[in-house]
């Protein structure tokens, strides 16, 4: 008879195998880094309906939302609606670390939270900007897009806080007061991406369309409302196994993603939160940010009646 390792109470499997090709840690160091920075996780993630990614070995990885039978009935969860697929979806709430161990267990490498709480009544927490470099660009070029947010919110008497993607990018967090529409939120949001393209042009597009970038850093407004967005601290699915880390503005121009691995940033962490002292206290929205916005097309609506256009084109040509 082998002894059955448990952690947090739940019993575990397959620890020392492989995560995933390419990660060159296994599911014991997933499990490892989950407990060592599951508080902090669950601060991000507390009240919000979470999808995760999963890897199966053989497999490509799955993003879960659905809950699966065999979850325990202590796990958290709440039924939301889905309007895209006609039906109840039940998801997961990270609100404890014990879940997060249970997913570990499940091989859940990403955590991804709607931004969304739960209660929607109080309206979005944050407001989010992804910097997300062209092809053949550099984490360098993701940076000097982050600046031209920060210089657009600081022109406005704002401030956020930034992290890497775990890709190849930057998020950055603008946390607002409670009480903004979800609609305002979103064209808060179209405003300050445009008033950062504006800044430096030759730095920074709000292009949707990839065609039109021009190999540029996109200054993607979309993450609004019911979207959702790698959690601070989340693992992703890279060679390596980087994580989603919080970084100081002072740094974001001598790191590279790379640096911020499952296995590197415990030893960075120690017993610190970044994403909780680099976070500005909730701030109101200046009614023109907000105005400018609702003047600014839905990025994704506008693209696709501009895809529309261009095919109606070629077929004509």
């Known amino acids: 008879m082998t002894s059955k390792e448990l952690r947090g109470g739940i019993e575990m499997s397959n620890l020392d195998q492989p995560l995933f090709d390419g990660a060159e840690a296994t599911k014991r160091d997933l499990v490892d880094y989950l407990e060592f920075v599951g508080e902090r996780l669950v601060r991000v993630l507390r009240g919000r309906v979470l999808s995760v990614v999963r890897v199966r070995p053989g497999q490509e990885p799955f993003m879960q939302k659905n809950l699966p039978k065999y979850t325990p009935d202590w796990v958290p969860r709440a039924t939301v609606w889905a309007e895209s697929s006609h039906r109840e979806v039940t998801y997961a709430l990270g609100d404890d670390v014990r879940t997060l161990l249970w997913f570990g267990n499940q091989r859940a490498v990403e955590y991804h939270p709607l931004l969304l709480p739960v209660d929607h009544s109080a309206g979005p927490t944050h407001l989010v900007l992804d910097l997300d470099p062209s092809p053949g660009q550099t984490f360098r070029d993701?940076?000097?897009?982050?600046?031209?947010?920060?210089?657009?919110?600081?022109?406005?008497?704002?401030?956020?806080?930034?992290?890497?993607?775990?890709?190849?990018?930057?998020?950055?967090?603008?946390?607002?007061?409670?009480?903004?529409?979800?609609?305002?939120?979103?064209?808060?949001?179209?405003?300050?991406a445009a008033r950062a393209e504006r800044i430096d042009p030759t730095v920074g597009t709000t292009a949707f369309i990839r065609e039109d970038r021009a190999g540029k850093v996109f200054l993607d407004s979309t993450r609004a409302g019911g979207a959702t967005v790698i959690a601070a601290y989340s693992p992703r699915i890279r060679p390596g196994v980087p994580v989603s880390f919080p970084l100081r503005w002072n740094d974001i121009d001598s790191v590279t993603p790379a640096d911020f691995t499952l296995r590197t940033a415990p030893e960075l962490l120690g017993d610190t939160d970044p994403w909780v002292t680099e976070m500005p206290a909730p701030q109101a929205l200046p009614a023109d940010l907000i105005a400018e916005g609702h003047t600014i097309p839905i990025a994704r609506v506008q693209a696709m009646h501009e895809g529309k256009r261009r095919a109606r084109a070629r077929r004509t040509e």
Do not use: M, N, Y
Request: charged share 15%; net charge neutral.
């Open 142 to 192: 993701a940076a000097a897009g982050a600046q031209l947010i920060r210089a657009a919110l600081q022109a406005d008497g704002l401030a956020g806080a930034v992290k890497t993607s775990g890709a190849k990018g930057l998020h950055v967090f603008v946390p607002v007061e409670p009480g903004v529409a979800i609609e305002d939120a979103a064209a808060a949001t179209r405003a300050i």
